[in-house]
């Protein structure tokens, strides 16, 4: 049976004239007594029946009305129904579920989000999710969200990925400690240093492993730290700690802690990328992937130094 024929009888039903109903449905009379004839053989029962004394009139029978009852409801269904799916498929058209490293969550991430939101033309519908890297790889793959900047782990084979920020491997120490007059230094120079860093589990432990190599136990190294808060929070309690870990934004909570760049690492030693399923997406997702893989995000730890 057909939604127009329903819609059609529904008309009919309310207003019992072919003439006003194939009217008010801009249709000829002919097409409308053809569809509730065709309904009534679909149905098997006589929905109508000629009312006295009145052209085109009509009046239901006890059938019609118990069958208009029901028809009604099943209208009122399907067109909440369409509505809701429809407001859904407005909703999903400007939908990001943006997830993001820790260190990411500066000033300078901000204004590459209010750069895409200028260029995009309207406010999207943000979902922000914060996590370690391994953990937003798991919740793209799960669908849980679209995009996200994270760092490369185990976890993220398979994703699309596109490099899009560096961090620089520091010297982290208490204003206390003489390494604090320092503007740089070396891996050699931390020899008798109680050197804090990285546990085995974290993203940034493979790139720690290859800068010390096998001289790794050269060192007194503390391996039991996962973000760069709980070592910056080890060096501010305890001036003899010197942190190796890469610069964030996360240092600027403690006063009391200096960073400096360790000389044999390279600029970009730990590097964020965009990534993403390997599939098609939507209109905001595209166009955010499209521009952040082309945004300039800064050096915040050359910024750091320039502005002390």
Request: hydrophobic share 40%; aromatic share 10%.
């Amino acid at each position: 049976m057909k939604l127009d024929h329903l819609r059609y009888f529904d008309r009919l039903a309310d207003m019992l004239s072919y003439t006003n109903a194939a009217k008010s449905l801009y249709i000829a009379q002919p097409t409308l007594s053809a569809a509730i004839k065709r309904m009534e053989q679909e149905v098997g029962l006589t929905l109508f029946r000629r009312a006295e004394g009145v052209a085109s009139g009509v009046e239901l029978t006890e059938q019609g009305r118990i069958f208009h009852e029901y028809v009604v409801q099943a209208l009122e269904c399907y067109d909440t129904g369409l509505n809701l799916a429809l407001e859904s498929q407005n909703e999903s058209d400007s939908l990001l579920r943006l997830g993001t490293v820790y260190s990411m969550k500066g000033r300078f991430w901000s204004r590459a989000i209010d750069d895409f939101i200028n260029q995009w033309g309207s406010l999207p519908h943000f979902h922000m999710e914060q996590a370690y890297s391994a953990e937003l790889a798991k919740q793209l793959k799960s669908r849980e969200i679209d995009v996200a900047f994270a760092a490369m782990t185990p976890e993220a084979a398979g994703l699309n990925h596109v490099h899009v920020w560096s961090q620089s491997l520091v010297a982290c120490v208490n204003i206390e400690n003489p390494l604090a007059q320092r503007t740089s230094i070396t891996l050699d120079e931390l020899k008798d240093e109680r050197l804090l860093t990285y546990s085995v589990k974290s993203s940034v432990s493979p790139s720690i492993d290859e800068l010390f190599g096998s001289r790794m136990k050269e060192f007194n190294v503390v391996r039991s730290f996962d973000d760069e808060l709980s070592l910056s929070s080890f060096v501010s309690s305890h001036s003899n700690n010197v942190a190796v870990m890469v610069y964030s934004i996360l240092v600027n909570a403690f006063d009391d802690v200096v960073c400096i760049p360790i000389a044999d690492a390279p600029a970009d030693f730990h590097k964020i990328y965009l990534m993403s399923r390997n599939e098609s997406h939507s209109k905001i997702v595209g166009d955010f992937i499209d521009f952040m893989s082309s945004y300039e995000f800064p050096d915040i730890f050359a910024e750091s130094r320039n502005a002390s």
